[in-house]
């Protein structure tokens, strides 16, 4: 084939939409919703920025909402893959069940479902764990903690061991309600997510 043809070809592949971006869809509670933040400033919109500065072709959905539940994001996760056909999802969700005092097994059942169901859509899966402040007590807190290591090993899907790594125990990277990370520490939680993120995705 003459190189004209080749070239032509290959133009024709990419504006038929037959080269896309791939979508990535984020799951999660206040803490990915950007709650108390002004617009732009959470940790989703800036990892669209840091995507498109890096070059990767990614488009990220923030299907975020705050005071969300593993019960409630694995209520509607199902429509949200079909809306927005993601090739990846990153899945934080399950701090609020763990502030409720819910059974850890109970947040577990709940994820490993959602991860079944985004890899049985044909998406791939980033989780991403939380661990809960010293008052809820050791043991509690660390079969919480483990619910998310134990979900990530029999799906086999990456893991983010825990989204406020690095600050969690800084009392200024937290707004006056002392729950929610303030704008400052939104890149750290970016950087955090990133590390574990870029092995996953499609250049």
């Known amino acids: 084939m003459p190189l004209r043809s080749i070239v032509v070809f290959l133009w024709m592949i990419v504006f038929s939409g037959a080269v896309q971006a791939s979508t990535i869809l984020v799951l999660g509670d206040s803490l990915s919703a950007g709650y108390g933040l002004r617009p732009r400033e959470d940790w989703p919109t800036l990892l669209q920025t840091r995507l498109e500065r890096e070059g990767f072709r990614h488009t990220v959905v923030n299907a975020s909402v705050s005071g969300e539940t593993s019960s409630g994001g694995r209520s509607r996760l199902q429509d949200a893959l079909e809306r927005h056909k993601p090739g990846l999802l990153i899945l934080e969700l399950g701090a609020n069940d763990g502030l409720r005092g819910l059974q850890p097994q109970l947040v577990a059942d709940n994820l490993g479902a959602m991860v079944e169901t985004a890899q049985a859509a044909g998406a791939r899966v980033l989780l991403v764990g939380m661990q809960l402040p010293p008052n809820y007590g050791e043991a509690y807190i660390r079969r919480f903690h483990q619910a998310y290591a134990d979900v990530a090993r029999r799906h086999e899907v990456a893991l983010v061991p825990f989204l406020l790594d690095g600050f ?36």
């Open 168 to 203: 969690a125990a800084q009392r200024e990277m937290f707004q006056s309600d002392g729950i929610h990370p303030t704008a400052a520490a939104q890149k750290i939680m970016l950087d955090t997510v990133w590390k574990h993120l870029v092995p996953l995705l499609d250049n």
